[in-house]
């Protein structure tokens, strides 16, 4: 056991990947001999060369259609796109391209692919370099969508990103990139679309995914001090959806919180609340609440952006204010 | 002109390729006259030397890459004639099934990767399977076909500079048939050649060939091919062609000046490349028995696409994911 940053994690675990298969390749803008911007590749370009690992062109709709182009014909590459907000540039690849390519052509086409971006808030970046867009992803069918909350997650979510046949958008969260976690040596393998509860609990499940675990977590604790048990379930893949934890969980305590960063309209948890109204309604004490960021662009100021993405306190007020 | 370096089986060839091309969209118009032919068709008719000529230089495994605009390109690489029109009319005997219509014609196991209905989106993609065949070291070219319209894109600036600095083998060729739709080049693009004008800002040569004249095309293609293959990077070659019909459907294409349409076709490919032929001495019957037999191939994709089921409603919901399925849940 070895004391691993999130960062890092991302690092090995495409390491990990590379040193499997020869086919997997990474390209992006300065992943190479720099490391990458976030420093979340360093050492791979050092490892595997620079056929393998390959600085781009500002360019993120050639980065995404090159490795969509890659795939196609027998690769299985991982693009990195240095944040989640430049999917925009993008998006035709993304939402148009390599998302429908295998169904519009009856099976024909293979798309093995992972989409790596730095996803969410907290770095005081302001509005196009700071959003939480796991719900843009999430809306499109073909794609799966992953967002790891801890460094070992990381690892075993990235392996099956890696090893999926399908596309992948795997969204790292900015502000987890320093965390810490004690993580075994050796190989991590984890699958797609199994959700993990994180804080077992009776009296309320609080649902969330990557940073919003932790915020999650800490209101747990405030909770249970006050004599309120919360289950935490940390989604971990968005697409496919672990709908099994959620009713099971929400069969037991009869009420539901979902934690999201993204902006309130149409974002995840919207989802969520639709499934468990459809399928859980009879299990439900209480009307479910969504703690979400308002419907807005994120402010830059700590004050401001603090104040718009949602913290432990909201978590606990919206807990204590349900029936 | 006839080019040293093309022997007559080739040019035979080429001609058949353009003949099948030229009564296979005929007969997809008359289809979607008729009906039977379901949402939208964009024809190549009068585009087809271009296709032709780069089919005739490409190895079976080099992949073909284009438009909406794609029917000639997927047919000439050897997909399956009653497959695609199958696809046109949405039948179950589509190359696609019926997914992906008249604007997704694809056919992988004869490499044609893909006919792509967002202006210029194929290019980066073409770029980066032609990368994955240097790294896997399969001697790959990708050929990768647009419009005159593609090259005001983004996707084209940065796929072909991202080929250019990779020195990927992928052959890029414009075919500028002078309009986008309805709109003259003249009216959206700074400079005279969409493309040949643009090659030096990528370190490229300007290339121009008529793409009316199979051969001058063909000569085109074996060059860039081979330099592709090669490994010395990627070409930009703009083929000058006029498309005979309008820009979609039943357009008739009335934005054009009525001398400018006759003085192309005045140009047909095909009457150019029989004239030549004949006047190489190919016997007018060994022509004739080549337009016969496609007239042929098309009458019975005809009949067997007018016979074909629709698809099974149950193929609705398959081939999102890998496993043939598309759950998003458990
Ligand atoms: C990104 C995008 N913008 C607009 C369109 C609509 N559209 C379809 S074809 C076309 C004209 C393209 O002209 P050109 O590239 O010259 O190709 P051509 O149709 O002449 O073969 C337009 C504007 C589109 N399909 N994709
Ligand atoms: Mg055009």
Redo the contacts between chains.
Sequence with gaps: MAELTYRAAVARGIAQEMERDP?V?LIGEDVAAAGGVFKTTEGLFERFGP??V?D??I?????????????????R?IGELMFSDFLATCW??VA??IAK??????????L?LVIRTANGGGNRFGGQHAQSVENWAMAV??LKVVAPSTPSDVIGLMAAAVRD??PVVFFEHKKLFAAKQEVPEGEIVDRL?AATIRNPGSDVTIVALAAMVSVAEEAAVVLAASGVSAEVIDLRTL??????TLLESVSRTGRLVTVEENPRLCGWGAEITS?VVEEGFWHLDAPIVRVTTPHIPLPAAAELEDLAIPSSEQVVAAVQRME | MTSASVDESTRLAMYRDMVRARDFEQRAYDLFLEGVVQGTTHLGLGQEAVAAGFAAAMRPTD?TFCTYRGHNHTLLRGAPMPALMGELAGRKT???????GSM?L???PNHA??S?A?VG?????????????V??G?D?V?VCFFGDGATNI??FH??V??AA??KVPVVFVCENNLYMEYTPIGDVIAVEHPAADRASAYGLESIIVDGNDVEAVHDIAVETIERARRGEGPSLVEAKTYRHKGHSRADPGKYRPDDEVAAWLERDPLTISRRRLEADGVAGDTIDAIEAESMIEVDSATEATRNAPPPDPA?LM???????G?????
Aim: glycine share 14%; proline share 7%; net charge negative.
């Design positions: 086919n390749v056929n393998r390959r781009t062109p360019s993120e709709e050639a980065i995404i259609g090159a490795i969509m182009g890659a795939a196609m014909n027998g690769l590459p035709d690849i148009n391209q390519t295998r169904y519009m052509t009856g099976g024909q086409v293979a093995p069918p073909g046949p399908n679309g697409v496919p959806l672990d709908t099994k499934i | 992949m589509g190359i696609c099934g019926g997914k992906g997704h694809t056919d992988v990767m893909g792509y967002i989106a194929h290019l980066p993609i073409a770029v980066g399977a032609a990368w994955a065949g790294l896997r399969t790959q990708s983004g996707a940065e796929a500079n991202l600095v990779w193929t398959t081939e999102v994911w890998a496993d043939g598309s759950e998003w849940r458990n």
